[in-house]
């Protein structure tokens, strides 16, 4: 894949470094100098000195051939520029944004980056996982982490055995798709029970997953 | 000069990102002339370019972020000018300021004349200083005619009136029509006594020697 990569700072120059590594066709876009030098010696890519929030730039690097763009620069508004152009003048069809201040991700989202892409909050979230929802493994994310497939184990010793589905008052956005049992599989309706040591496999928003885990009767 | 506006009409609240020299400059002509005044910037010593009399709220903070923006009151603004040095941040909020708030009026101050050209054709409205300053040196350094400038929106518009070249003399007026030079296409012919007649391509008024022509061509 064709892909150019906005920005050779540390993400740049490992991110530059990984494409190389799974195959792809990374094109690096520095406006300093210096760096430029260094990452010319040290990685097998074009590098192109200037600045890739410019038509010229992008141009000089072959954007209107590249399937992705990646800008992963310090300033979100340099990132969303790069995005934009690609995107619009060069039809570029994948674009990805770093975003430094978490709150500007929606913003990106919404102005027409297609994967803004917020480290902040990956860390904050994988630690909340990580720290506070021990019962929950998450298995699969859904459409670039908005919700997910995740597993969850009800205690050995369940405060509320027996309780019924309906009674539970689940999230509106979380599904309980299956519940293993003894090795036996079961499609929960309204009416079915959890009992403790059950298995349940759920699609749940992420922002609704601490609800479902409370409601569930989960410990903390 | 400064020019007060009648007290109660025509008055909104403005508000400008980036205290800089043209900003503080704005914010004072734009306070002057009647209107409320809200001003942000990452630089709290930026504010000190304000005239000491300055009464409008200052905001010190990053403006793409929208907890700063609405602190400076953008969710109630009549108009935004985004005029920071940096060409990328007056684009990213003027962006915000249109899709997130809905802010009637926006504008950016883009030095690039390439970028501003792409965003325009964008939608966003742009005001290019580069643009503008070499239209006026151009025009001091290379005719000494007088000149007109006009703004619709956010372009700007530069009238010019020279000469009748001698060898249009006695040739109607469509001969000079699509005739466009660094000076701009043709736009009127203006007589001696004053009266003008405009260029039309079939024209048939006959170019006099004492004529003057007009043209007309969009400088940003």
Known sequence: MNVIVVGGGKVGYYLTKTLLEHGHAPHLIESSRYLCKQLANELDVPVFHGDGTTLEALEAVGADGAEALIAVT???????IACQLAKRKFGVARTVARVNN????????QLGVDIPISSTDNIARLLEREV???AIKQLLALNRGQASLSELQIPARYKRDGVKLMDLDL?????????TRNGDLIIPRGNTQILAGDRLLVVCANTA?????????LPD | MRNAAPPGRNTMNILVIGCGKLGAELCANLEAG???????DADPEQFDKLPDQFSGYTVTGVPIDQEVLKEAGIEGCDACAAVTADDNMNLMVCQIANEIFHVPRVLARIYDPHRGGVFRQFGIHTVC?????????????TYHERKETVYFDSATVCFNETAAPGELTGRPLSAACGENNERGGVFGLLHADGNMTLAAPGSKKIIRADDRLIYVRVAD
Do not use: F, W, Y
């Open chain 1, 74 to 80: 310090g300033h979100d508004q340099d990132n969303l």
């Open chain 1, 102 to 109: 978490p709150k500007n991700a929606a913003v990106m989202k």
């Open chain 1, 132 to 134: 506070d929802t021990a």
């Open chain 1, 171 to 179: 999230p509106a956005e979380s599904v309980i798709v299956t519940i």
């Open chain 1, 209 to 217: 997953l601490r609800e479902l885990s409370k409601k569930l009767g």
């Open chain 2, 34 to 40: 009647g209107h409320d005044v809200s001003v942000i």
């Open chain 2, 129 to 141: 200083p580069t643009n503008l300053s070499s239209e006026a040196i151009l025009s001091m350094l």
